[in-house]
């Protein structure tokens, strides 16, 4: 019932920055949270950061004072800004969203295809 679109993954220098954005789209009554997890090679996907619908915000150790992620709940939108990048944020990054369909208190969780983000020298 909803697509998540992702994109603005690369490859930066360490010490650079990327964006990342996501969409959410489809039939959609109202999206509860929306956040980025990530998989590194070898390693479990894992939280980055997630937006609550009350604007609570939520971040791995390993991305504070780095990363900072904003929603914007009309449009159904959400960046990651990612700063000071390091070899070790090296991962897939994944958009994650809790939705509502329709005006039943039902959500389900969705996600987009995963976007590559590789920080080399």
């Known amino acids: 019932q909803a697509q998540l679109v992702e994109s603005g993954g690369g490859l930066v220098q360490p010490g650079g920055s990327l964006r990342l954005s996501c969409a959410a789209s489809?039939?959609?009554?109202?999206?509860?949270?929306m956040g980025w997890y990530r998989q590194a090679p070898g390693q479990p996907r894992e939280m980055v950061a997630t937006s609550s619908s009350e604007g609570v915000l939520n971040y791995a150790d390993s991305v504070k004072d780095r990363f900072f992620i904003s929603r914007d709940a009309a449009k159904n939108t959400v960046w990651l800004q990612m700063n000071s990048l390091k070899p070790e944020d090296t991962a897939v990054y994944f958009c994650?969203?809790?939705?509502?369909?329709?005006?039943?208190?039902?959500?389900?969780?969705?996600w987009g295809q995963g976007t590559q983000v590789t920080v080399s020298s």
């Open positions: 489809g039939t959609i009554f109202s999206v509860f949270a």
């Open positions: 994650y969203a809790k939705i509502r369909h329709t005006t039943a208190k039902v959500y389900n969780d969705y």
